[in-house]
Each structure stands twice: as structure tokens, then as C-alpha cells.
Nanobody, 121 residues
């Protein structure tokens, strides 16, 4: 089965940095679209960044210039480097994959368990 295991969440002071990691298994990683979403209290879940199988990246305006998404296909790992964090970044961050477990399967969306990022005000 497809598994997305996140790590790296925690609490950091404003202006600080965190790096989130997402290890994928059970999926053809190299051809999957990978993304990070976040959901703040009383807010809808929003796309933070995504990276295509070709390595093309897209960022939400609110994080451009501060966050960097990357992937390592050999390790089946996607990361989100977060710099210059501020209280508005406080949210649960979710790793997401759009792909398939084998070439015959229909592509589906998969989600990690979520990891809390807290930036005190």
C-alpha cells in the first residue's frame, strides 16, 4: 500500500527555519506529482507548493522566496525547506502524492498523516 511518512515538524521562533521531509513507499515515485498542503485553524486547506515529475515547482504567493520544495527520486523523498517563518505559517502540513502504485493502476491522491508546525506570535 502507498505510505507517506512525514518528519521535521515542530515549534520554531519567528524568523527561524524548519525542514519537513516526506518519505514515500508503495508508489511509482519518479512519475508522481508531489505536493505540500497546510491547514491553519479555522482555515481551508491550501496548497503550499508542488513539484512535478520533471522537477518543475510551483509555490503559493504567501511562501514564494521563503520555501523551497525538492525531490530525490532515488530516495523517494520530498522535502520542504521553510525559512523566515512567521506566525501565519502555523498550520498542520500535509504531504500529498498524485500517482499510482503500479503501471496498471488508476492514478489516485494519497496523503500523509500531517505534521504540526508552530510559530509563536
Amino acid at each position: 500500500q502507498v505510505q507517506l511518512v512525514e518528519s521535521g515538524g515542530g515549534s520554531v521562533q519567528a524568523g527561524g527555519s524548519l525542514r519537513l521531509s516526506c518519505a514515500a513507499s508503495g508508489i511509482i515515485f519518479s512519475s508522481s506529482l508531489m505536493a505540500w498542503y497546510r491547514q491553519a485553524p479555522e482555515k481551508q486547506r491550501e496548497l503550499v507548493a508542488h513539484i512535478t515529475s520533471d522537477g518543475t515547482t510551483t509555490y503559493a504567493d504567501s511562501v514564494k522566496g521563503r520555501f523551497t520544495i525538492s525531490r530525490d527520486n532515488a530516495k523517494k523523498l520530498v522535502t520542504l525547506q521553510m525559512n523566515s517563518l512567521n506566525p501565519a505559517d502555523t498550520a498542520i502540513y500535509y504531504c500529498s502524492a498524485r500517482g499510482r502504485p503500479n503501471p496498471f493502476a488508476v492514478p489516485s491522491d494519497y496523503w500523509g498523516q500531517g505534521t504540526q508546525v508552530t510559530v509563536p506570535s
